[in-house]
């Protein structure tokens, strides 16, 4: 499988009560894919997945997979520091008929040396058939996967791509320009996607397409197919919401605007919390301006 495109970074809808809002997780993913979308990431990071149980992480996965019915792939997070965890959670979701591929990042906190990465996706990959996506984001782990441990990794069959946040343009163009054939570079850092395509990227796993879901798809077949003054247009238009998303910690403000747009309740789980007055003030304003609430729908 070699994903391309914009793949959606879930979020997890929660209700008052703190429970998963199946409801409008159900809506969300629809709405996705009705706005062509090209496929589906439940249970990252944007997805609060560290505080969502075991059923409630599995529930999301299956329930993405059952509104998907096959129209686009299904990558599920599947992510642990510890890696008889994460070699056991990777098992647990590549049996899950209708999971695709499954996107695990780096252990974080412990801080792993650089062959300490290796041996711990090695571990994962060699435990499931399911091509693995790799999340390189030291600005959460603390630990970034240095250029040489990625070319060694991509050598693995089953690990076919990796979503790159590092935000280092210096070691993405490095891995575009040296990696094997058939392995797939992503952004993983909206604002950074089209500089990232322009290098040898063929896609991106995002944050802000669940906001515009249409949009941002239309932006990166623009830059696949070279018509970079479509995909430029695009990257202006949105880039101010792009980084507003990022004005507090993920995935607080793409949470907020969703409720504003009526697609879910404001709603996080501890450590999470509400947006600070000030930034949520500035996060309505660049969502106004981008054109996004004009159409907001009616609270489910």
Not at 22 to 42: G, K
Not at 82 to 101: F, L, P, Q, Y
Not at 238 to 262: D, Y
Request: charged residues 20%.
């Amino acid at each position: 499988m070699k994903l391309r495109g914009c793949g959606t970074a879930l979020v997890t809808p929660f209700r008052q009560d703190g429970s998963v809002d199946l409801r409008a997780q159900r809506a969300l993913v629809e709405w996705q894919i009705e706005s062509r979308i090209d496929f589906l990431v439940p249970c990252g990071t944007t997805g609060e997945t560290p505080t969502l149980t075991h059923d409630e992480w599995i529930q999301v996965i299956e329930q993405t997979i059952e509104v998907g019915r096959g129209r686009v792939p299904i990558v599920a997070g599947a992510t642990s520091n510890n890696t008889a965890e994460a070699v056991a959670k990777a098992k647990e979701v590549a049996a899950i008929r209708g999971v695709d591929a499954i996107l695990t990042a780096s252990p974080y906190y412990n801080k792993p040396t650089q062959e300490g990465q290796y041996q711990h996706f090695k571990a994962i990959a060699e435990a499931v058939d399911k091509p693995l996506v790799l999340y390189n984001v030291p600005g959460r782990t603390a630990a970034n996967i240095e250029t040489g441990t990625l070319l060694r990794l991509a050598e693995i069959p089953n690990i076919v791509a990796v979503k790159e946040a590092s935000a280092n343009m210096a070691q993405i163009m490095e891995i575009c320009h040296h990696k094997p054939e058939g392995f797939t570079v992503l952004s993983g850092d909206d604002a950074l996607t089209l500089p990232i395509l322009s290098v040898g990227g063929v896609g991106l796993i995002s944050v802000v397409s669940n906001q515009i879901p249409k949009e941002m798809p239309e932006m990166i077949r623009a830059a696949l197919a070279d018509d970079w003054t479509t995909a430029r247009a695009i990257h202006n238009r949105f880039l101010h919401l792009m980084n507003a998303n990022f004005i507090e910690s993920n995935p607080g403000p793409v949470k907020a605007v969703l409720a504003m747009m009526g697609r879910i309740e404001e709603v996080y789980r501890l450590p999470m919390v509400p947006l600070q007055p000030q930034n949520r003030a500035k996060l309505e304003k660049t969502a106004a301006e981008a054109g996004i609430l004009k159409n907001a729908v009616v609270a489910h």
